[in-house]
């Protein structure tokens, strides 16, 4: 549909929920894709379920919060594709609490993988799509992104810099002939962050997914596969007029 044929594409967290979506939906594109998670066996499953569709998949550990970690495995896998025309940043991990019992340690923890991550992999892969005058980088921040939360100081707030740190970089790589977006996923179901956060939820008094249905517009919750139907437009030329752009895909829970 979108016409990624011939083309490669390096997933970070594509070893389950919503980057295992979006690696399969590049792969049906026609893309070579890289999985990078710090689960080898679940990045080595989506680059197998990958093949089956056709297309050559390569899967690496790696933790994007540590930049030397990040920059093993994004060489690893640039050398395995031959070159990356598409960096998906989703890695992310979700730790709740009431802000005054925010640890140290969960705020660091939040921000080396969610914002840290993309600062690693960018690093890493933006030099080729410069050198090559071509490319899409599309990262998963959050509709917490736009909307503090409570209880998801931590969260928000990297999600808030994610969305910051896309926008500086489309300014700056435009001239380079590349594209920075982000999407900004609402509640999204069967993802193992969402079985966790059901649970934390439940325990901190906050309202669980079947409560929070009412106040989604569209009146269901949302699926990996609706992120990755936005990621792939994302990653096309059919949104080659579009750069530094945060787009929700939350049922209308969010829309500003
Ligand atoms: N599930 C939701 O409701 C929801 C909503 C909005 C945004 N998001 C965002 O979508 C992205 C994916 O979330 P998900 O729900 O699929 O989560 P998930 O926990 O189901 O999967 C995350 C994947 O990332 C990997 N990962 C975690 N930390 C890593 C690290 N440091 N280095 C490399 N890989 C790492 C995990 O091993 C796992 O395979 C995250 O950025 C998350 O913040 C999710």
Known sequence: MYDLDGRTALVTGGGAGIG??????????????????????????????????????HAA????????????????LSAALGRVDILVNNAGILRTSPFLETTDAEWRGTFAVNLDGAFHCCQAVLPGMVARRAGAVVNVASWTGKKGVPNHAAYSASKFALIGLTQAIA????????????????????????????????????????????????????????VA????????????????????????LWMG
């Open 20 to 57: 295992r979506a979006i690696a399969l939906r590049l792969a049906a594109e026609g893309c070579d894709i890289g999985i990078l998670d710090l689960d080898l066996a679940g990045a080595e499953a989506t680059a197998a379920e990958a093949r089956a569709l056709g297309r050559a998949a």
């Open 61 to 76: 550990s790696g933790n994007v919060g540590e930049r030397a970690s990040a920059e093993a495995a994004v060489a690893a």
């Open 171 to 226: 300014g700056e790589m435009a001239a380079h002939g590349i594209r920075v977006n982000a999407v900004c996923p609402g509640i999204i179901v069967e993802t193992r962050m969402r079985e966790e956060a059901e649970e934390r939820n439940r325990a901190q008094g906050l309202p669980d997914v079947a409560t929070r249905l009412a106040s989604i517009p569209l009146r269901r919750a949302g699926y990996p596969e609706d």
């Open 229 to 252: 139907n936005l990621v792939a437009f994302l990653a096309s030329d059919q949104a080659a007029y579009m750069t530094g752009q945060a787009v929700n895909v939350t049922g209308g």
